[in-house]
């Protein structure tokens, strides 16, 4: 059925140093795919998103590319910062309905 | 532009209890789709609402229900809660077209945490 896998976490990094989540989904067709970050105590907020094969999204330093061949959506950032620290959800539109990730915890220290 | 806004943003319920929780989406946004967080499931679909008819439903028993109103604000109930009940709703709206194009792209609310004791 449709899924979506991510890397698990808790990721603990340094400020500034580089970040991969890893995300592949399992899904009929080529959905839009959406990146998702969550802080404590809050909803969820867009990140990025991609429509179609090869789109890569982009936003705050993050960016992720829709990569048809191997259904991943990658998430990267060159320099994280402490304020980056939060849940990061990978999900993929089916119809009108999300299916998330289970969310990749991110810690970011001084 | 306004957010989706939530009501309540924390409640506390005991078993056997219904409750009501209540989105507004963004102006404009015609589709509400709510969504339960849980540390065990993590974030699951329970329906959408699209000009006041339910046009998508999760597998979630038949305690949880919703409608929408003509102004596209909806409402999620929960009938009879079980402890396992208690976890994060968010709800989300998008303008609500058709096929797989920017306009679906959901916003969420900040949430109702609903305890259930």
């Known amino acids: 059925g449709d899924s979506v896998t991510q890397m698990e976490g808790p990721v603990t990094l340094s400020e500034e140093a580089f970040l991969t989540i890893n995300c592949t989904y399992t899904?009929?067709?080529?959905?839009?795919l959406f990146w998702y970050v969550q802080y404590p105590g809050e909803g969820l907020q867009l990140l990025l998103k991609?429509?179609?094969?090869?789109d890569k999204g982009s936003n705050k330093g993050f960016e992720a590319t829709y990569r048809k061949e191997t259904t991943s959506f990658h998430l990267e950032k060159g320099s994280v910062q402490v304020s980056d620290s939060a849940v990061y959800f990978c999900a993929f539109l089916s119809g009108s309905r999300l299916t998330f990730g289970e969310g990749t915890q991110l810690t970011v220290n001084p | 532009k306004a957010g989706v806004t939530q009501t309540p943003r924390y409640l506390i319920k005991t078993r056997g209890q219904q409750v009501t929780l209540s989105c507004s989406p963004i102006s404009g946004h015609r589709s509400v789709s709510w969504y339960q967080q849980t540390p065990g499931q993590g974030l699951q679909f329970l329906f959408e609402y699209f000009s006041e008819t339910q046009r998508n439903k999760g597998n979630f028993p038949g305690r949880f229900s919703g409608r929408q109103f003509s102004n596209s604000r909806s409402e999620m109930n929960v009938s009879t809660l079980e402890l396992g009940d208690s976890a994060l709703y968010l709800c989300?709206?998008?303008?609500?077209?058709?096929?797989?194009?920017?306009?679906?792209?959901?916003?969420f609310g900040p949430g109702t945490r609903l305890t259930v004791l």
């Open positions: 899904a009929t067709g080529y959905p839009s």
């Open positions: 989300a709206s998008s303008l609500g077209g058709r096929g797989a194009t920017l306009a679906d792209t959901q916003y």
């Open positions: 991609a429509t179609k094969a090869d």
